[in-house]
C-alpha cells in the first residue's frame, strides 16, 4: 500500500470522527489544559512570590510587567505563527516557559535574589506570549475538520474552566508544602506535560490553494519569498476586507470593552457597597463561572449552533442588559442568578465568535487573525479597567455600569447590522 494511500484513508477516518473521538483532538485538549493549569499556578506562585520580596506596589508592578510585551509583540507573534506553523510555535512556547519557571523555582530554592528575577521570568511569560496565543488560535483547524470547530472551542471553554477551578487550590498546596519555589516547580512541571502530548498530534494537511508554492517551509506560511512586515500588512489588509471578520473583529473589541471593567474592577466594588464581602463576591463570579462553563458543554455536545451569527448577536445585546442590571440587584442571591445568566450568555457568544474566526478565516491567516483578536481582548480591553474605577468614584456604580453594558451590546448590534456577520453560518 503507497504512502499517499495511507494518507488518504487517514483523512477520511480523521474526516469521519466527531472532535471527542479524534485522539488528536483529545491530545491537544490534554495538552492545552495542562498549559493552562500551569499558568493558573504560575500567576498564583508569582504573585504571592513578589508579594514576600516587595511592597504592594512592587508586587503589582511586577505582576503587570508581561502586559507590554504581550501587547507590543502579539502582532508580530501571529506572522510567527504563520510562518513557522502553529504546533511548532506552541510546542517551543510550552518548552521556553517550563525552563523558565523551573530556572527561578530553582534559584528561589537556593537563594533569595529579591524581584529581579520574578519581573524577569513575567516578562519573558508575556513575551513568549505573544507568539502562544495566536498559534493556540491557530491549532485547532490544523488538527480537526471545519465541522468540528465549534465543539472544539466548547471543549477548550471547559479546559479553561476546569483550569480556573483546579490552578488556584493546586497552587495554594504548592506554597503551602514548600513556599513559592515548590508552587513554580509544580507550574512548570505541569506545563512540561503539554510538550511531548503536542508532539504527538498529527497535523492536517492545507486544501491546494491554501499552500505555500514551491521553496520549502510549513503548507500553512505565508507565501515564500515575503518579508515578516509584509505578511502582517498582508494579515491586516485580509481581515479588513473580509466580510465577516471584520465587522466580527469590532464586535470583539467592543464586548471586551465593555465587559472587562465591570467584571473585575467593578464587581470587587459592588461587593464592598453591597455588604457582600469576599466571599459575596466569590459566590457571583462563581455563577458567572457556571454559567460559562453551561455555555462551553452545550457547544461541546451540540457541535454547532444554526444560525451562528444571529445568535452571537442576540447572546451579546442580552448578555450586555443582564450586566447592566448586575448593578441594581440588592440581594447576594439574584446576584448570582444574573451572574450565571450573564455567563452563559456571553460565554456562548465569545465561543461562537471564536468559532466563526476559526471556520470564516483561511487557515493560512489564522495566526494573523488570531493576533488580532487577542490583542483587542488582552492588550486594549485591560485599559478600560482604571477607566472604569475612576469613573465609578466620580458617577457611581449604575451609571458605570449601564454605559459599559452599552458599549458591550454594540457589540451585538454590529454583528446584527452587518449582513455578511448576521448570516454568518458554522459548517455543518
Not at 490552578?167 to 498546596?173: F, N
Not at 469590532?250 to 464586548?255: D, E, S, V
Not at 451569527?309 to 446576584?335: D, F, K, N
Not at 452599552?406 to 456577520?421: F, I, M, Q
Request: with cysteine; glycine share 14%; hydrophobic share 55%.
Amino acid at each position: 500500500m503507497t504512502g499517499s494511500h495511507i494518507s488518504t484513508l487517514r483523512a477520511g477516518t480523521k474526516h469521519a470522527l466527531s472532535a471527542h473521538r479524534d485522539p488528536d483532538v483529545r491530545r491537544w485538549l490534554a495538552a492545552y489544559a495542562f498549559s493552562m493549569l500551569g499558568d493558573s499556578v504560575y500567576y498564583l506562585a508569582l504573585s504571592w512570590a513578589a508579594v514576600q520580596a516587595g511592597s504592594p506596589a512592587q508586587a503589582g508592578l511586577v505582576m503587570s510587567v508581561s502586559a507590554l510585551p504581550r501587547a507590543v509583540l502579539m502582532l508580530g507573534g501571529g506572522v510567527i505563527a504563520d510562518r513557522l506553523g502553529p504546533r511548532r510555535v506552541v510546542i517551543g512556547s510550552d518548552a521556553v516557559r517550563c525552563a523558565a519557571v523551573l530556572a527561578v523555582a530553582a534559584l528561589l530554592f537556593l537563594t533569595s535574589p529579591g524581584l529581579w528575577p520574578l519581573a524577569l521570568l513575567a516578562l519573558v511569560f508575556g513575551t513568549v506570549d505573544a507568539v502562544f496565543m495566536p498559534a493556540v488560535g491557530a491549532l485547532p483547524a490544523r488538527i480537526a475538520e471545519k465541522s468540528q470547530l465549534a465543539r472544539v472551542q466548547g471543549m477548550r471553554g471547559l479546559a479553561i474552566r476546569f483550569a480556573s477551578v483546579v490552578g488556584a487550590p493546586l497552587g495554594g498546596l504548592g506554597v503551602a508544602v514548600g513556599g513559592a519555589p515548590a508552587a513554580f516547580a509544580l507550574a512548570g512541571l505541569l506545563i512540561a506535560v503539554s510538550v511531548p502530548l503536542l508532539m504527538s498530534v498529527r497535523m492536517r494537511d492545507l486544501p491546494a490553494d491554501d499552500r505555500t508554492p514551491a521553496g520549502g517551509g510549513d503548507p500553512a506560511a505565508p507565501h515564500h519569498g515575503t518579508t515578516p512586515w509584509s505578511d502582517l500588512k498582508a494579515g491586516l489588509r485580509y481581515v479588513r476586507r473580509h466580510r465577516v471578520l471584520g465587522p466580527l473583529m469590532l464586535a470583539i473589541a467592543l464586548g471586551d470593552l465593555g465587559f472587562v471593567g465591570p467584571l473585575n474592577v467593578g464587581l470587587t466594588l459592588l461587593a464592598d457597597r453591597r455588604g457582600w464581602g469576599a466571599s459575596g463576591m466569590g459566590w457571583v463570579l462563581a455563577g458567572f463561572g457556571v454559567g460559562a462553563g453551561a455555555a462551553s458543554l452545550l457547544l461541546t455536545v451540540r457541535g454547532r449552533l444554526p444560525r451562528a451569527g444571529l445568535v452571537t448577536g442576540y447572546a451579546v445585546i442580552v448578555g450586555s442588559v443582564a450586566m447592566g442590571a448586575l448593578a441594581y440587584v440588592p440581594a447576594l442571591g439574584a446576584a448570582v442568578g444574573t451572574a450565571v445568566l450573564v455567563g452563559l450568555l456571553t460565554g456562548l457568544s465569545g465561543a461562537m465568535c471564536g468559532a466563526l474566526l476559526q471556520t470564516q478565516a483561511d487557515p493560512a491567516y489564522l495566526g494573523r487573525v488570531t493576533s488580532v483578536s487577542s490583542l483587542v481582548s488582552l492588550g486594549l480591553a485591560p485599559l478600560s479597567m482604571p477607566l472604569a474605577a475612576a469613573a465609578i468614584g466620580t458617577w457611581g456604580l449604575g451609571p458605570v455600569y449601564v454605559v459599559s453594558a452599552t458599549v458591550c451590546g454594540l457589540g451585538g448590534v454590529v454583528a446584527l447590522a452587518v449582513p455578511g456577520l448576521r448570516r454568518a453560518e458554522l459548517p455543518g
